[in-house]
């Protein structure tokens, strides 16, 4: 089984409101990521987790805040968010072998976020 | 410069063609090449996996890399309207920090 599942497909937000998303994979992958997709774009890298570590913030605003509660689940906390950041956001995994990456990410389906 | 170039397209197709899809860049430790397919709409999957030089082959499809000249390809066999979508190539190298650097991605479309 090779799913990343995220929850919830679509999101609607004001500026004001305070969201999660959620992400969760059972690959047994201990390196997990957030990447922000606007359209016609390639995915751009937010946050790498390995081992529930933060390894990589890519200078992301402090508006996305990552959690990683357990080695299966992923969350972004998201928080006085602007319209521009309206986007498809993606959760991958990976696994790590003896703490290098494999650089085979599979990718979960996205969350569409709408910030009005 | 991009370290990743990657004609955006479109390129449609008719239906049974053989399509070529390409990647350059000019990072020459990258060592690992991959190649995600994305509908509309949805997240990427990943289609071929290849590390180093050489070409692997999966059903209607083959990846080649070529790390002398910086160059890798996709082929799709037999195209199908199904194959309409973008196709993503991404690479990293051997430091392995877990990011992969994107191309602009190409969308296909197989037309009927």
């Known amino acids: 089984d090779t799913e990343v599942t995220q929850t919830p497909k679509h999101l609607v937000m004001g500026m004001t409101n305070k969201k999660s998303l959620k992400c969760e994979q059972h690959?047994?992958?201990?390196?997990m990521y957030w990447y922000k997709q606007k359209a016609k774009k390639p995915p751009e890298l937010m946050f790498v987790?390995?081992?529930?570590?933060?390894?990589i913030n890519e200078s992301v605003p402090s508006r996305f805040s990552p959690e990683c509660p357990n080695s299966s689940l992923l969350n972004l906390h998201l928080h006085a968010l602007q319209p521009e950041d309206s986007a498809l956001y993606l959760c991958a995994s990976s696994q790590l072998d003896r703490g290098l990456y494999t650089d085979t990410q599979y990718f979960g389906p996205g969350t569409r976020l709408t910030v009005l | 410069q991009k370290e990743v170039e990657q004609d955006p397209g479109p390129l449609s197709v008719p239906e049974g063609a053989i399509v070529s899809l390409n990647c350059t860049y000019s990072?020459?430790?990258?060592?690992?090449f991959m190649w995600y397919r994305q509908y509309s709409r949805k997240g990427p999957e990943l289609l071929m996996y290849t590390y180093s030089s050489g070409n692997k082959e999966d059903g209607r499809f083959t990846a080649q890399v070529d790390k002398s000249s910086k160059y890798i390809s996709l082929f799709i066999r037999d195209s199908q309207p199904s194959d309409s979508a973008t196709y993503l190539c991404?690479?990293?190298?051997?430091?392995?920090?877990?990011?992969?650097?994107f191309g602009q991605g190409t969308t296909l479309q197989v037309k009927p």
């Open positions: 990072n020459s430790a990258f060592q690992y």
């Open positions: 690959m047994g992958h201990r390196a």
């Open positions: 991404a690479m990293t190298g051997s430091s392995n920090t877990g990011k992969l650097i």
């Open positions: 987790y390995s081992y529930e570590k933060l390894s």
